[in-house]
C-alpha cells in the first residue's frame, strides 16, 4: 500500500474539549483510511485575523495536540503578516526552538504584499514547508484573501522556496493554470469536491511531483479527499507521488535538521 500523509488538517470540525482530544478523534479515523501522518494547523476555535495573542493561543493548542502524538502528526505555525515580528516570534518559538515543521498562511493578509517576504525568507532558511491558503471566489474573495495568482508573485520573489498553493484556488482549472509555470509553487488537493478530473489535470498541467494529497479534514472527510487521488486516471507511480512521496520530499531537509525520523 503506497505511504499517505496528509498535508491539510484541522482541530476543527471534530468532537473533543481539548486539543488532545480532537487530535485522537483524527488519528482514529485516519488510520481507518491506512493515513500514516497528519499534518495540523489552527486552532479551536481559529482567528480569521488573529492578533499576536490569537497566534499564540491556536499555536500553543497545536503543540499540545502534536506533542501527544509525536509519530503520528507533525505541527505548522499559524502566522499573520500583518504582525510581521510576532510572527516572526512565533516562527522562532514554535519552529527554529520547537518541533513546529512548517508555516501556515490564511486569509488575513494577501500574500503579495512585501510584509511576507521576512517571514519566507526566515521559514526557507529554517527549511520549514510554507502552506498558503487561496480561492478564487465567484462572488469575491475575503477582503484578506489570496487568489492563486497573488501566489505567483509572491513565489516569483523567492524563486528557490517551496510554497504550498492551498485548495489550488478553490476553482482548480483557473489555479492550475495560474500556477503551472512557476516551478517552485506546488497543488493542494485539499478541500473542494471530489469531481473527477481534478487530479488528472494536476498531473497534465504541473507533472505529477508538484501535487500534493490533502484533505482539509475535519471540514472534509478523508475518504471524499482520498477518492480525488485513487479515483484518479493517472499512473499508480504518480499516486504514490501525490499521496506521501512528494510531501515527505519537501519535509526531508527540515525532518533532518531536527533530527526526526520517519
Not at 499564540?56 to 505555525?77: M, W, Y
Not at 502552506?131 to 501566489?151: A, D, I, K, M, Y
Not at 469536491?193 to 498541467?205: H, L, S
Amino acid at each position: 500500500m503506497a505511504m499517505i500523509w496528509d498535508l491539510h488538517c484541522h482541530l476543527s470540525g471534530v468532537d473533543g474539549k481539548t486539543p488532545e482530544k480532537r487530535m485522537a478523534q483524527l488519528i482514529t479515523i485516519a488510520g481507518r483510511m491506512g493515513i500514516e501522518r497528519l499534518c495540523v494547523y489552527m486552532g479551536m476555535p481559529w482567528a480569521r485575523d488573529p492578533s499576536p495573542e490569537d497566534l499564540r493561543r491556536e499555536n500553543d493548542q497545536v503543540l499540545q495536540a502534536i506533542g501527544k502524538f509525536p509519530d503520528r502528526t507533525f505541527g505548522f505555525v499559524y502566522l499573520n503578516p500583518k504582525h510581521v515580528e510576532a510572527s516572526l516570534a512565533e516562527l522562532e518559538r514554535c519552529v527554529a526552538n520547537g518541533p513546529m515543521v512548517g508555516v501556515k498562511l490564511w486569509v488575513a493578509h494577501r500574500c503579495s504584499g512585501p510584509e511576507l517576504d521576512p517571514i519566507i525568507q526566515r521559514a526557507a532558511e529554517l527549511k520549514a514547508v510554507i502552506f498558503q491558503h487561496t480561492w478564487f471566489n465567484v462572488t469575491g474573495n475575503l477582503p484578506g484573501e489570496s487568489t492563486p495568482l497573488e501566489l505567483v508573485a509572491l513565489a516569483r520573489r523567492h524563486p528557490n522556496t517551496p510554497i504550498i498553493c492551498g485548495h489550488t484556488g478553490g476553482d482548480w482549472e483557473l489555479g492550475l493554470r495560474a500556477i503551472r509555470g512557476q516551478r517552485n509553487l506546488y497543488a493542494d488537493l485539499a478541500g473542494s469536491e471530489p469531481v473527477a478530473g481534478y487530479t488528472e489535470m494536476a498531473v497534465r498541467e504541473l507533472g505529477a511531483g508538484r501535487v500534493l494529497y490533502g484533505s482539509d479534514a475535519g471540514g472534509r472527510s478523508f475518504s471524499s479527499q482520498l477518492g480525488k487521488v485513487f479515483g484518479a486516471n493517472i499512473p499508480e507511480s504518480a499516486k504514490k507521488l501525490i499521496l506521501g512521496e512528494n510531501l515527505k520530499r519537501l519535509m526531508t531537509p527540515i525532518l533532518k535538521a531536527k533530527g526526526i525520523k520517519v
